[in-house]
């Protein structure tokens, strides 16, 4: 856990929630974001299996189209892209949550592969 992630929950923080769907819509998680992991490792980390390949941003495996919140995620946080995706998508494995995240920020993503 890190650091940041530690002093949210001492401090009672509040820090964006995500919201993860399968393929069919149903909802398989929901928790509070953070911009220092993947999004992908945070899924994994609230229980869904989001399916992952490459890890690198080059295969589409874990991609996830955003239905809500894309201006507070950060396509390249952890590394580039080295495929292309529609607008309304992100690799989950190297996207995450912008550093300027509000607080209140409500982002849902679906993922094709769960
Ligand atoms: S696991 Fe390959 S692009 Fe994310």
């Known amino acids: ?10 401090t009672n923080e509040v820090m964006p929630k995500i919201t993860v769907k399968n393929s069919q819509g149903a909802i398989v998680a929901e928790f509070q974001g953070n911009s ?25 495996t874990c991609c996830c189209k955003v239905t809500k919140g894309m201006e ?7 590394g580039p892209m ?19 995240a509000p607080e209140e920020a409500e982002i849902e993503v679906s993922s094709e592969n769960l």
């Open 1 to 10: 856990m890190s650091f940041e992630i530690l002093l949210s929950l001492v």
């Open 36 to 60: 220092e992991e993947a999004l992908s490792t945070q899924i994994q980390d609230a229980g869904a299996p989001i399916p992952m390949s490459c890890g690198a941003g080059a295969c589409r």
């Open 72 to 78: 507070h995620l950060e396509k390249e946080a952890v």
């Open 82 to 100: 080295h495929i292309m995706v529609d607008d309304d998508e992100i690799l989950s494995c190297i996207a995450s949550l912008k550093l300027d």
